[in-house]
């Protein structure tokens, strides 16, 4: 069995801070989403590994490289333009030839991984087998109707969705579903979509089987559900230190301090992870946020938020919540005069003022 990893879209949901890193390496809990995905793959005894690349690769590659840390190996399949996940499929028919495999959207998280799926798969010899979790916003997903634990009919983004059931980002093919995506025609948005492909499968007799998880699951593609995966994922972390707190610091709680890392008269309240090298002066760190490498936080709160790498947040007087600071970003209290408001931000950006 193969895995096919979907890296290839532009991620305009999470801009700006996507107009300068791929989606799928943005950090939760300190570890770019993508990582997760291949962990799942590797522990469901998966390891041809194809991941479909786009304007993205050269930062997907360098952060992936071989595969070999997680003990398996990336073929990289390029995508010209991001046409579908249907046409994902499609261009890496070469990689795929006609063997089972597992799709996997690589800015998806799902917290107890994929092996249920993928070994339900490999017992049941279904054409198809897709992975589905009851959502509360089911028209901004693929919907699935179920007869008699059958899948009958799946609709992408109906604006009044027949179930509750979402296509979680998860699938399982065998090789007719090559024949599939071949057979169907782009969508009204100019895709070939994954849903039409499965319908193919069903309409033509194929079996597609249900695989329902009660547990928890992500899509990150918004800030809100990249928050609250990183608040679900920094639970699961257990408390360390390998860095230097010094002793006017309080640490409460599951808090991970990676080496190099400095608090220095700060309390730092976890769940929480203060990545390698960053400083904390005189600072609060509340629950639920993931502090990168490199970053420098003086005289600031902070609480449920992800800062990226290499940023500076300096000595803002009301608190920080709710945020996703980006890579090299500087927030700090002007000392220019008059006294004003100085920004410089990027397109699709969004600031709140108190």
């Not at 950090?27 to 304007?55: Q, R």
């Not at 610091?249 to 808090?255: D, E, L, P």
């Not at 309390?267 to 509340?286: F, K």
Request: hydrophobic content about 40%.
């Amino acid at each position: 069995m193969k895995a096919l990893v979907l890296c290839g879209g532009s991620g305009t949901r999470l801009r700006p801070i996507t107009h300068t890193m791929a989606k799928q390496l943005v950090p939760i809990a300190n570890k770019p989403v993508l990582f997760y995905g291949l962990e799942a793959i590797k522990a469901a005894g998966v390891e041809d590994v194809g991941i479909v690349v786009g304007d993205t690769a050269k930062e997907i590659v360098e952060a992936v490289g071989d595969g070999s840390k997680w003990g398996i190996k990336v073929t990289y399949i390029h995508q010209d333009q991001p046409l579908g996940l249907a046409h994902a499929v499609l261009v890496a028919e070469e990689f795929l030839d006609s063997d089972d495999f597992v799709m996997y959207l690589g800015d998806n998280l799902i917290k107890e991984g994929i092996t249920g799926l993928v070994d339900q798969f490999r017992g049941k010899r279904s054409n198809s087998q897709i992975l589905l979790a009851a959502v509360k916003e089911p028209e901004r997903f693929g919907v699935a109707e179920l007869e008699g634990g059958k899948v009958v009919r799946l609709v992408e983004k109906p604006e009044k969705p027949a179930s509750d059931l979402a296509l979680v980002g998860v699938y399982m093919f065998d090789g007719t579903i090559m024949d599939a995506v071949k057979a169907i025609k782009p969508s009204g948005r100019g895709e070939l979509e994954i849903t039409d492909a499965i319908q193919w499968l069903i309409d033509q007799g194929f079996s597609v089987e249900p695989h329902v998880i009660e547990g928890w699951w992500k899509d990150t593609g918004r800030l809100e559900d990249m928050l609250e995966a990183n608040r679900i994922m920094l639970e699961t972390l257990q408390p360390s230190c390998e860095g230097f707190v010094d002793s006017d610091s309080n640490i409460f709680g599951m808090v991970v301090i990676e080496k190099g890392a400095e608090v220095v008269n700060s309390t730092v309240r976890g769940p929480a992870i203060i990545g390698e090298g960053t400083r904390l002066v005189n600072s609060y760190i509340g629950p639920y946020t993931s502090v990168y490498y490199g970053v420098t936080i003086r005289g600031s709160e902070i609480e449920h938020s992800i800062i990226l790498e290499n940023s500076t947040v300096r000595d803002i007087s009301g608190r920080i919540e709710d945020s996703l600071i980006g890579q090299n970003v500087v927030v700090e209290r002007s000392p220019l005069k008059p006294a004003a408001y100085r920004f410089m931000l990027g397109d699709n950006s969004r600031i709140g003022i108190l």
